[in-house]
């Protein structure tokens, strides 16, 4: 209860120094105020805590929700009680200017602030749910309207945007054109297109039910102003618990990452070749299709070391910027270096290496060619070579079958084909005895040889486990097939008198 | 552009000394007017070439306005004219077109003129005084 003596104390100082009048009653008033708005805090803090442990009932509740019969939506919101005191707790905190590394070393991460922080890291999950909730119902209302709007706007943001400048006026839309500058322009175009071609189907509501929708897309918008607010307070204070980090990549970049994984934690135990995937904008209409080029545009893309890099060089600079990131949140995870001399050392790297990258490469100049001559090589094949070509060499016997005697007739044979094939002088010299060329024998490598022996093996362990399994099988088989041997057999030996 | 970095010959006693003062590579001087196109086409040509036949060729420019010494005896009526020379001797070229003295049509492919450059550059170094082109020019012959 530091922090709250501290607060109290801070209220009453800040009266007298003001007023310089040293009033009891006007002292107590102030006291019993600030009592009062602890106890908000308190129950600001339980209801909070509340709404996170339920969260996963909200969850289950949206996906069970049945829109068709829902008529007020915001029944199912919770967040939405709490908005106003979240404000007002977020502008205490911001007035502050306690230095939150020093509060979390002091009080171990028990501090009022730190534990607000954690709790409004979780809300900001709840409030995307919650706003996902209200465009689901919002998107349920308005097709009958202008049915076709949901397959051109991805984006809920831009979605309702758009419901609030056209409303139902679907003849109109082409009036509405400046206003949509938040679209990029092929987008506005299919836009309209389909607007007016929708013109003939388009189903107005009466205005109590389109009141409704507007209504719904005021809330929207609230939620995801209190969103935002949350999300820069967390960058603030994320800053100064991740010091590394933070000078690697700066404060925006590290809530980005820190809040899209959840934790310092869970961040450590993200791979690094994951981190370019975090935070890609697919949904947003107004970011160009750059798929094409195969490269994730999260949010480090969207970090300024790699933002203005060519295109060429994009993926291995977020591949190593990336790489580094997961180094020094585990840094500050561990705590070993706190004033983020490291998270500079590495920034100052990674710097070093995209420029390396950027460099062009060295012009090499033409090689100058050869001067032309024709001189044959004097080196021959060596041992290789040789061995190669003693492989196919001919035989004594083929080289004895290849030369014919002078003045002598050759004896030959007619082979199968019809084909005379000569002795040569083979038979006159038949009382020399051939050397058989051993080189030309077939050569099996030592790893074919093992591998052949190998397949042998597993061969006959399958055919060992075939035979038990489907000795009937292959019976029947032979059965069936036995008539049309014995005919073939038949015809064969037919052939064969004949 | 090539017409700026190649080295260009002024008068006829520099020619003189080009063609004298090599002795183990082949002479290559182009006889035109760097202003004409077909003779940026060629300078540009024998620019890229340069540095890869610098082994066995050496490239001269030579313009037969400023150095008209030569027109007359080597016929030097084409706006671009390519001529070889070995050792003080003149080489010729059987390209199919006719004239074996020179190179006087417009020739756009590096590759065949470095082959043309390596065939006169063997025949050279056999003591030939003609060599057959590897590729007959007959279809692009001018006159």
């Known amino acids: 209860m530091n922090y709250q003596d501290d607060l109290l104390n801070d209220f009453a100082s800040d009266d007298e120094s003001e007023n310089e009048v040293d009033d009891v009653e006007v002292g107590e008033v102030v006291i019993e105020e600030a009592e009062e708005f602890i106890k908000n805090e308190q129950s600001l803090e339980d209801e909070i805590q509340s709404i996170v442990n339920s969260s996963i009932s909200i969850q289950d509740h949206l996906q069970q929700l049945d829109i068709d019969k829902v008529s007020d939506i915001s029944k199912h919101l919770k967040i939405f009680n709490i908005i106003p005191q979240l404000k007002q707790r977020l502008s205490t905190f911001d007035e502050e200017t306690s230095d939150f590394l020093k509060l979390i070393s002091n009080s171990d991460y028990d501090n009022d602030e730190f534990i607000f922080f954690q709790t409004a890291n979780q809300l900001i999950n709840i409030i995307d749910q919650e706003i996902e909730c209200l465009f689901k119902f919002i998107r349920f209302k308005y097709s009958v309207v202008f049915p076709e709007l949901d397959s051109i706007i991805n984006n809920p943001i831009d979605y309702i945007k758009i419901i609030q400048i056209i409303k139902q006026d679907l003849i109109n839309i082409k009036h509405y054109e400046d206003q949509f500058h938040f679209l990029n322009k092929d987008k506005i175009l299919v836009l309209i297109m389909s607007g007016l071609q929708n013109v003939k189907k388009q189903f107005v509501l009466n205005d109590e039910d389109f009141n409704q929708i507007l209504v719904n897309c005021g809330k929207v918008n609230e939620l995801i102003e209190i969103s935002d607010i949350l999300s820069k307070f967390i960058q603030r204070k994320l800053a100064d618990l991740t010091p590394n980090l933070n000078k690697l990549i700066g404060p925006i970049t590290t809530s980005q990452l820190l809040i899209s994984c959840g934790s310092l934690n869970q961040l450590c135990l993200t791979p690094s070749c994951n981190l370019p995937s975090l935070g890609i904008k697919q949904l947003s209409s107004k970011s160009k299709n750059l798929t094409s080029k195969n490269i994730q545009m999260g949010y480090i893309f969207d970090n300024d070391m790699i933002k203005y890099l060519p295109d060429n060089i994009l993926k291995s600079s977020i591949r190593i910027l990336s790489g580094k990131i997961i180094l020094a949140a585990r840094i500050d995870l561990s705590k070993s270096c706190n004033d983020g001399s490291i998270g500079e050392k590495f920034k100052i790297e990674v710097q070093e290496k995209i420029n390396k990258l950027l460099t062009p490469p060295e012009s090499k100049g033409d090689k100058a060619l050869a001067i032309p001559s024709e001189y044959k090589s004097k080196k021959r094949g060596g041992r290789k070579i040789r061995k190669l070509k003693q492989k196919f060499q001919l035989s004594e016997l083929a080289k004895a079958q290849n030369k014919v005697e002078f003045g002598k007739r050759e004896d030959s044979v007619i082979n199968q084909f019809g084909e005379e094939v000569g002795f040569g002088i083979i038979k006159n010299s038949s009382l020399k005895k051939f050397n058989i060329n051993t080189n030309t024998n077939a050569k099996l490598s030592k790893a074919l040889k093992s591998r052949l022996e190998n397949n042998d093996n597993e061969k006959s362990k399958h055919l060992d486990s075939f035979e038990i399994e489907t000795k009937p099988k292959s019976q029947s088989i032979d059965d069936e097939f036995g008539d049309i041997i014995l005919k073939k057999s038949k015809w064969v030996n037919d052939t064969m008198k004949k | ?143």
């Open chain 2, 1 to 143: 552009m090539g017409s700026i970095f190649l080295p260009h010959l002024h008068t006829g006693w520099h020619v003189d000394q080009a063609i004298l003062s090599e002795d183990d590579r082949l002479v290559v001087i182009r006889f035109g007017r760097d202003h004409e196109k077909d003779c940026m086409i060629v300078d540009e040509l024998l620019f890229g070439i340069a540095e890869k036949v610098k082994n066995f060729a050496t490239i001269y420019l030579c313009d037969i306005d400023e150095v008209p010494d030569f027109n007359k005896m080597y016929e030097l009526y084409d706006p671009c004219t390519l001529m070889f020379f070995w050792r003080n001797k003149h080489m010729l070229c059987d390209f199919g077109t006719g004239n074996n003295n020179k190179l006087n049509f417009l020739i756009t492919d590096k590759q065949e003129l470095i082959d043309i450059l390596e065939v006169i550059y063997r025949g050279a170094k056999k003591g030939k005084g003609l060599v057959m082109s590897p590729k007959d020019y007959n279809s692009v012959r001018r006159r």
